[in-house]
């Protein structure tokens, strides 16, 4: 239950209604206590709005608010396209679609990149792994985030290819298999070659090995053998190459013991592009396939921005230089001026630490937000552009006219990275 809300007879009743009472506030006549029962719930015929989200394969919540997140399906195609070129026809690409692809949409993007020529999908969670399931995509789905205990079966059941390291995932998975009586499922060992964080440490490796050639290796497939950079988008990366030495001695561990896996793979976005010699059998882009780059080092040209958030301007508000703005009026105008109300705040994935900082677009040009940025709404000043009334369309990620404000810009507004700002576009911003 929400703070604002207290359960009152029965039922849940926003606090402000007992605070009226409580403070005995002339707020009108107070009728009979609500019993909800007028309200049309359920399942009603939805039709309008509600109509298209459905249409569109969403769930048939009303889509009413300006405020959305376009993704261009076009340009996710041709940076898989780009990728592809980049490795060469020889080495497999394994899109990586965590975090709801990367905000974007798990589904939608798994299908456009497998339909573009990805081998297979990566998630970290079995969760996100049954979404791309349920929504019937069949391409190999990799779980990067391990095997929890009491997710053997439904990874056995979905098909899905875990990412192993412990023996503890490689015994609950061959009681999975044992269980359903299904094939040998494929498994990719992970191997920590510095990142100090999921994998077996190389010391560890020969144990886990011996598990393989036990009884119980009979029910898993050795099918990739992985590693992860931690470095590769630094400025300075005195620390992939080495990564890569103590990747190799791992497979030659493997093949002194005739273990050849058939998918070895190491490179994310920033590797791909700045480390060829690692592109082995396959590589694992996430954010390049998005159109961002994961550093200002490592671009890979012809890389799209996919998504772009626009909304509208809500109403326009003149006020008086010397007029103090927003929560806390940390801004004072210092002008006469004309500020759009536009519906969107760090509940949408716009963060509040951007305030005083960013800008958005209106009519092709540049206004600032001013003072902060609250949890639905922002301000922005339109003093410059006359013209510009309520409903005007403002863009706050992507192009506008000539003008462009890049992920990158947002990300260096609030101090973060750009998959940050990408993951935190909120589930209350329809993609369309
Ligand atoms: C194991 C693994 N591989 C690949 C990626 C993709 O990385 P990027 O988005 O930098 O390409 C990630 C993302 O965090 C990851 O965790």
Redesign the pocket.
């Known amino acids: 239950m929400g703070a604002g809300n207290v359960a009152w007879g029965g039922g849940v009743r926003p606090a402000m209604v007992i605070q009226r009472a409580a403070l005995r506030v002339n707020v009108g006549p107070v009728s009979a206590p609500f019993d909800g029962s007028s309200l049309p719930v359920g399942p009603v015929p939805y039709s309008g709005p509600e109509r298209r989200a459905a249409d569109r394969g969403h769930s048939p919540i009303v889509e009413v608010r300006p405020t959305y997140a376009h993704v261009d399906a076009a340009a996710l195609v041709d940076n898989l396209r780009a990728v592809k070129r980049h490795v060469g026809p020889r080495c497999r690409v394994l899109a990586?679609v965590?975090a709801d692809g990367?905000g974007h949409g798990a589904i939608e993007s798994a299908r456009t990149f497998v339909d573009a020529g990805a081998w297979g999908l990566?998630v970290?969670l079995v969760e996100e792994g049954v979404e791309l399931r349920q929504a019937g995509i069949i391409a190999p789905v990799l779980v990067?985030g391990g095997v929890h205990p009491g997710s053997e079966d439904v990874i056995v059941h979905r098909s899905l290819t875990p990412?192993v390291w412990a023996r503890e995932h490689l015994q609950l998975l061959a009681a999975g298999v044992r269980r359903s009586g299904a094939p040998p499922l494929p498994v990719h060992l992970k191997v920590d070659t510095g990142m100090s964080r999921?994998g077996v440490l190389p010391g560890d490796l020969q144990a886990l090995l011996d598990w393989f050639e036990g009884d119980e290796g009979q029910y898993l497939r050795l099918e990739g053998l992985?590693t992860?950079f931690a470095c590769a988008?630094e400025q300075e990366d005195p620390v992939s190459a080495g990564q890569v030495e103590l990747f190799l001695a791992s497979v030659a561990t493997l093949a002194i013991r005739g273990l050849y896996p058939p998918l070895r793979h190491v490179c994310?976005?920033?590797g791909l592009v700045r480390l060829p010699q690692a592109h082995f059998d396959m590589v694992?882009?996430?954010?390049?396939?998005y159109g961002a780059a994961?550093g200002a080092e490592v671009e890979l040209t012809g890389l799209r921005t996919a998504m772009s958030v626009h909304s509208r301007i809500l109403g326009i508000r003149e006020l008086p230089a010397g007029a103090r703005v927003s929560y806390g009026h940390r801004m004072t105008l210092a002008r006469d001026s004309r500020l759009g109300i536009v519906p969107v705040g760090y509940a949408d994935g716009y963060p509040r630490r951007m305030s005083g900082q960013a800008t958005v677009l209106v009519r092709g040009h540049r206004c600032r937000v001013v003072g902060n940025i609250t949890m639905d709404v922002s301000m922005i000043d339109v003093t410059d552009l006359p013209d510009a009334r309520e409903g005007e369309r403002v863009t706050l990620l992507g192009a506008q006219g000539r003008e462009r404000i890049e992920v990158q810009e947002l990300a260096a507004w609030a101090d973060v990275i750009p998959?940050e700002i990408m993951c935190g576009i909120s589930k209350r911003v329809p993609r369309r």
């Open positions: 990586v965590k990367y990566a970290s990067l990412v999921l992985m992860h988008d994310n976005s920033a694992r882009p996430g954010i390049a396939l994961a998959y």
